[in-house]
């Protein structure tokens, strides 16, 4: 669909047109006039002066069809499109240390580490965060930004995927994962700043302390949903044979607890693969994505397009001008020369 945005400059498009109807001046003094030189015909030889050059007036009425609708600012509207309107600032904090390699989950009936169940569940809750913009922050013994904050949901999940254990160091600094996910957060809306932060121990490295770190969100506005991940119980073979242990004794829950409430955020607790999956859609529920899609037509301009033709079309104008020129004056020396010889 065309639209026009100043189609008031329509109204010059047949000055042209009454240009060339005018009653023409008459020049003074003892010359000639004669209105329409294309009947003139020269009786000496017999052939006609040379009529108006046609090609040349239709590149100029082109030319000025080209001006003035570019003047207007056309523009083609296309087809609708969906867009997501924009939701939460989602950053996600991923813990890669080495306790995080303990196999006490299970994936398709098979036994997995705790890294690669967490890959699993957050691959399928960052798809259906659509509207949101999301981040990754993996954190050891230092916490660093795996992905920045974007709506390519497809490049963070692959990104998620290539973390490894031992990335970021074998221990646990959890108040510096806190610190670099308000630092990325703090020119967000306020209502809008969520970090999720899954660990399996206690805060054992960092130069900043957790409680410290989750003061400091609640003072900007950052909402902590904090995830402890590991098994109560794991049969494992020793010595003596089979021994029952618990897997998750280092877990810090009463920080994870702590922080969550200090933050405004809940505490959740992953003994399994199908837990970690309740607790994504439970956070899908307590921080939902935008409801309504937003429907916008692109806007192309036709602008520059139209100018450009115009130009070209003056420019053919001039050249038709000089060939004309080229061609009277070759014919004015054959003339000449013809006349010579007789």
Request: charged share 20%.
């Amino acid at each position: 669909m065309l639209e026009l945005s100043w189609p008031w400059f329509l109204i010059l498009l047949p000055l042209p047109f009454i240009m060339y109807f005018l009653p023409k001046a008459k020049p003074k003094g003892d010359g000639i006039w004669w209105g329409n030189t294309e009947q003139l015909v020269d009786h000496q030889d017999g052939k006609a002066i040379p009529k108006r050059p046609t090609l040349r007036y239709a590149f100029l009425l082109t030319s000025w069809i080209l001006l003035i609708f570019a003047m207007t600012r056309p523009v083609w509207l296309g087809e609708p499109t969906k867009v997501t309107p924009s939701g939460r600032d989602l950053l996600i904090a991923l813990d890669l240390s080495g306790s995080m390699q303990v196999s006490d989950m299970a994936l398709n009936d098979q036994p997995a580490n705790r890294l690669e169940a967490a890959k699993s569940v957050l691959s399928d809750f960052i798809q259906e965060r659509r509207g949101d913009r999301i981040g990754i922050i993996v954190f050891g013994s230092k916490a660093y930004l795996q992905a920045p904050l974007s709506f390519d949901t497809k490049t963070i999940n692959q990104l998620v995927q290539e973390a490894q254990i031992g990335f970021a160091g074998e221990q646990t600094a959890i108040g510096d994962a806190i610190g670099l996910g308000i630092k990325r957060l703090e020119d967000k809306p306020s209502d809008k700043k969520v970090l999720i932060l899954m660990t399996d121990g206690a805060n054992t490295a960092g130069r900043v302390q957790p409680q410290q770190a989750a003061a400091f969100a609640a003072s900007q506005h950052v909402k902590i949903h904090t995830i402890g991940i590991g098994a109560d119980s794991m049969i494992i073979q020793s010595f003596f044979g089979p021994k029952a242990i618990n897997p998750s004794s280092d877990l810090d829950e009463t920080l994870l607890k702590n922080i969550a409430a200090q933050t405004g955020g809940k505490y959740f607790r992953a003994k399994s693969t199908e837990d970690l999956q309740a607790i994504y859609q439970t956070l899908d529920a307590l921080e939902p994505t935008p409801a309504e899609d937003i429907w916008q037509r692109p806007l192309t301009s036709l602008f520059h397009w139209l100018g450009l033709g115009s130009i070209l079309f003056l420019g053919l104008a001039l050249l038709a001008s000089k060939q004309l020129v080229w061609n009277k004056n070759v014919l004015r020396k054959l003339t000449s020369r013809k006349g010579g010889q007789a």
